[in-house]
Each structure stands twice: as structure tokens, then as C-alpha cells.
């Protein structure tokens, strides 16, 4: 079958609301795109919709209960562990109160809900409920915690339920076209990068001071290679120079491992003068020792003084050789936040920074996700909710690709 999504495999969680109906059409269209589709029908949904319109719709048979076990591929195989393994993502439409409620307590007695808790994140959940019941604090908590834990929950639409007393209000299932969409982004993202030759830096730089000593930071270098991998995804050639991070150099690209400031300044500027554009993710250390000894220093009585100097400003050189290039900086600061941005932004010459706080529970360094703020050339402000690094990769890489479409000249360059 060929389609966006030839190959890829789905598990389509559908739990008892109104909305169900609509999973079938969203079952068709992920079919009509090449996918293959495992519906998996709670109980309740069954209230619903009929099992035969998902199996005639993706050409498997639903499955909707634990015991005795259904879907099995040979004697022995645990479909509500093996389906996880095999899926290349996971959706849940509609996703009642209840399913949520049992997705972030870990709770697995049925089959949905045993399969969820096996389920990689980003599972994509669309929530559809009563107006009140969404925005009951209990759901509201659980959905939190599902992003959190890196889960992707759509916003459910905004107007007119199921029926007419249940009033306006936020909690109708997003439209399966909507869905439809998210799964696109996930599975077969958009080539609006293409053409792009684009340099990102990652991660921390090691200032050695003798030979076993060094000055460094907490940069896990998370950020900077989701960006590199999420970027060459998305058809950039990218260019990935990474101070020691620890990482596997993501697939399909280039990656070049430098220690210094001073080695990640020589690689960046080299890739840069062939760059249509540059991500400076990395955790450049501002200072390095004045004198490094080759052999490792003995420790002596007293105190230990270490001179520093200033290492060089990677970013304001990539700034001011950057002609119609576009360059996007990261603001990692302890208070002040958009104020400090928008300085950098405007000193460096910037198209775009990521302002992160590095400090208390919003710390955005060594951690799985991130509270960012996007704020572009002409100051305007995209506060973004906690995200996993992936997703906020994506968000940055969203806003890098708009001004990539407006530069349709500089890029037959
Ligand atoms: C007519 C009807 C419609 C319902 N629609 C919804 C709904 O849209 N969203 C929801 O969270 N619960 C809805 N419920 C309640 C769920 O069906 C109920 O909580 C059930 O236990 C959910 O089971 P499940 O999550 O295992 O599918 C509805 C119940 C009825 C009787």
C-alpha cells in the first residue's frame, strides 16, 4: 500500500463516548493513507460503535478484550505487550474521562488501559467529554500528568456537543482530519525543510585546565540533537556539532564531536559559511582557563587559583557573518527572562531565540523537557507550555520553516 503512511503501524485505542463514531472515519482515512490500523475497543465503546466497521475498514479484527486473548499473532504472543512493541504510535479517539484517568494512574484492567501502560510516549490522545467533565481538576490533573510523561493530548474542540442541553464548551473530540494531522507530524513529518543546509550545536564544551581536569556545565545536549534529528526528518541537511554529550549521533545526518569552545567555534564556523541557517543549542562555556598544563597537577596546601578568560562568542561571529542566513540562539537564564532575550536577540542579530529557565522547577537543563519562549526579530513573545525536548523541537523547527518559505530566493542559492 502506498500512502504517507505506507508501512506504519497504528493501534487505534477507542473508548466509550459519543465521539466514537468518528473513530471509524479516523480508522478509514489512517487505512486510505497506508497504514495498518489494530483498532482496540473499550467495553463501553462497544455500547457504540460495532466491531465489524473497524474490521471491514482496516482489514483487522478489533480487539476488546483481555481474556480470552484476541489478536494474537502466534501461541504464546501477549498482544497487550507485543502490540506496543511492533506500533509505531499509539492513539487514543475518543479518550473518555475514565480511559485518561486510568492512563495516568497506571491502572490496566482492560485491555486498552493494560496496553497503555506498555505504550512509548508520545501516545496521541484525544480527549472528548462533557463541557464540566473536562474541566474537572481531576481530568485537568491527569492530563497533565500524561504530558508530563511525554504524551501528546490534543486540545479538545471548542462548540456545540453531542446534544443540545449538554450546552457550548471545550471537550468535543478534535475532528478526525485534526488527528489526522498530529499523526502526519509524527509519523510522516512535512519536507518544509528541504533544501535547507542547517548547522546545529549541542550539549556542553569541556575547558580542561590539566590532563584530567576540566571546567564544563549541565547541558545534557538533549535539545540540540532532538532539533538536529527533528530538522533532518523534516528534509534539512543538518550538520550536528556536539560538545561531549554522551548521545548516539542521531541517523541521517552528520555529526561532529568537539570538546572546547574553541574546537565547537573552528566546526561551527566552518559548516557555517555553507549554512542557510544555524540552531546554537550548545552550552558554550563563556570562560576557559588561562593556562591548561599538559600533566595533571599536584594538589598542594592551601588554596588552588584558577585564572579565566573569555572564550569566543560563537553566536555574535555567526551574527555578524550571517548575510541572509537565519540564525536562531537559546537564552538560558535564572530571572529576568524575556528581558535578557530579547537583548541577546537584538545584540547577536538573531531571527529567533529560545528564552529556558535554568533554574527551579521550570529548569530546563539535563531534563527530558522544557518551559520555553519563542520570541522573534521584531520582539513578538510565543510563551510555550512544559514540553518534551521532541515536541519543543518541533514548535522551533515550526517557526524556522515559516521564515524558510519566505526566503524563496536565498534558497536557490
Ligand atoms: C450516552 C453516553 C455518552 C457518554 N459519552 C462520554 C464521553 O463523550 N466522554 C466520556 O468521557 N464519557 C462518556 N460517557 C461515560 C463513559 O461511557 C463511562 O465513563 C465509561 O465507563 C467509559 O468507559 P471506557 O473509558 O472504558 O470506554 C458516556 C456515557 C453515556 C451513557
Redesign the pocket.
Known sequence: MSGALAGKRIVLGV?????AYKAIDLARQLTLLGAEVQAVL????LAFVQPLSFEVLTGRTPISRMFPIEGASHPGDMPHISLTGHADLVVVA?A????IGKFAGGIGD?F?STLLLSARPPALVAP???PR?WASPAVQENVRKLKERGHFVMEPGVGRMARAEEGEGSGRMPEPEAILAEVLRFLAPPHDLAGMRLVVSAGPTRERWDAVRYLTNRSSGKMGYALAAAAAARGAEVTLVSGPAGLPGPPGLRTMRVESAAEMREAVLAAWKDAHAGIMAAAVSDYRPARATVHKQKKKEGPLTLTLERTADILAEMGKKKGKRLLVGFAAETGDLTKNAKDKLRRKGLDLIVANLVSGPEDAMGADSATAILIGASGEEEALPRLPKDALASAILDRLAEMWKTHKNYRKR
Open positions: 473508548s466509550g463516548g459519543i465521539a473499550t467495553r463501553s465503546a475518543p473518555t474521562a475514565n480511559l482492560d486498552l472528548a467529554m462533557n467533565m
